[in-house]
T-cell receptor, first 113, second 112 residues
């Protein structure tokens, strides 16, 4: 079974631009969640989608948004990029929700200059 | 909100047992405890999950006391390839989003 796939692997953007990251979950997994990982703040939860609906949201500004498609693939968008948005963005899928182990992709490394 | 605390780093030697404790004083009734391993430039990988008492699989054991305010990941007979960062996660995905709380991670260095 293929794992979680994130594209692109690396991305360089300029302040003020916007960016869209993509995540393809493991086949059959309906929950997709997103995380930001930085050296200073560690792993922080952004949001989670289940059956195309945002079910949970972390404490990030509205510039961070996402969506999930009918095939469970998910995208994350960050608008008006700031230098502090430079991070590794990780996507994880899980089978059904509460307590289900997360299966992570290898992330998208975003650098904002 | 279940805040978690882990040691920042630990050193060990090949063949030894490594025990990493995570404190989660405010764990909720429906929270699970899950541990992940992360290598550089990779996403975290699931190691083990538990709710209470002891859980064991082919790579690790997880000890959870009755009050569930802490948990200990035990890695038996570590090898050099176990050098990684280990994260404790407390929460349930169906709970309010900010209950998915990762610990700061414990950097484990296994020496020859």
């Amino acid at each position: 079974k293929a794992g979680v796939t994130q594209t692109p692997r690396y991305l360089i953007k300029t302040r003020g631009q916007q960016v869209t990251l993509s995540c393809s979950p493991i086949s059959g997994h309906r929950s997709v969640s997103w995380y930001q990982q930085t050296p200073g703040q560690g792993l922080q939860f952004l949001f989670e989608y289940f059956s195309e609906t945002q079910r949970n949201k972390g404490n990030f500004p509205g510039r961070f948004s996402g969506r999930q498609f009918s095939n469970s693939r998910s995208e994350m968008n960050v608008s008006t990029l700031e230098l502090g948005d430079s991070a590794l963005y990780l996507c994880a899928s899980s089978l059904k929700g509460a307590g289900s182990p997360l299966h992570f992709g290898n992330g998208t490394r975003l650098t904002v200059t | 909100l279940a805040k978690t605390t882990q040691p920042i780093s630990m050193d060990s030697y090949e063949g030894q047992e490594v025990n990493i404790t995570c404190s989660h004083n405010n764990i909720a009734t429906n929270d699970y405890i899950t541990w992940y391993q992360q290598f550089p430039s990779q996403g975290p990988r699931f190691i083990i999950q538990g709710y209470k008492t002891k859980v064991t699989n082919e790579v690790a054991s997880l000890f959870i006391p009755a009050d569930r305010k802490s948990s200990t990941l035990s890695l038996p007979r570590v090898s050099l390839s176990d050098t990684a960062v280990y994260y404790c996660l407390v929460g349930g995905i169906q709970a309010a989003g900010n209950k998915l709380t990762f610990g700061g991670g414990t950097r484990v260095l296994v020496k020859p």
